[in-house]
Nanobody
Framework: QVQLVESGGGLVQAGGSLRLSCAASGRTFSSYTMGWFHQAPGKERSFVAYISRSGTSTYYADSVKGRFTISRDNAKNTVYLQMNSLKPEDTAVYYC?????????????????WGRGTQVTVSS
């Protein structure tokens, strides 16, 4: 069982930055691919980024590529999402998730554990 708790959300102006954190419980954090997803008002939850278990491989949705960076610190059981050049369309609840599958995956069904989310609001 893994428990995930996101933090770092808030209100920011367009063009600004935020850094989200996701703290995981348990001693096997490094055995999970970690992902970030978001859900905008009135829309379905969608993929943002993932990072492999070792942190050597990352993958991003086209909408955030070049603006967002995912990273992890396995010693601290934490995954991060650095969000730069934020746009109003980035407004959403952001969730982190953990996948125990051998291969990293961007699909939500591959993730076994989810946090409760943190709200990010970008004003124009």
């Amino acid at each position: 069982q893994v428990q995930l708790v996101e933090s770092g959300g808030g209100l920011v102006q367009a063009g600004g930055s935020l850094r989200l954190s996701c703290a995981a419980s348990g001693r096997t954090f490094s055995s999970y691919t970690m992902g970030w997803f978001h859900q905008a008002p009135g829309k379905e939850r969608s993929f943002v980024a993932y990072i492999s278990r070792s942190g050597t491989s990352t993958y991003y949705a086209d909408s955030v590529k070049g603006r967002f960076t995912i990273s992890r610190d396995n010693a601290k059981n934490t995954v991060y999402l650095q969000m730069n050049s934020l746009k109003p369309e980035d407004t959403a609840v952001y969730y982190c998730a953990a996948s125990s599958r051998y291969y990293s995956d961007y699909r939500q069904g591959a993730y076994d554990y989810w946090g409760r989310g943190t709200q990010v609001t970008v004003s124009s």
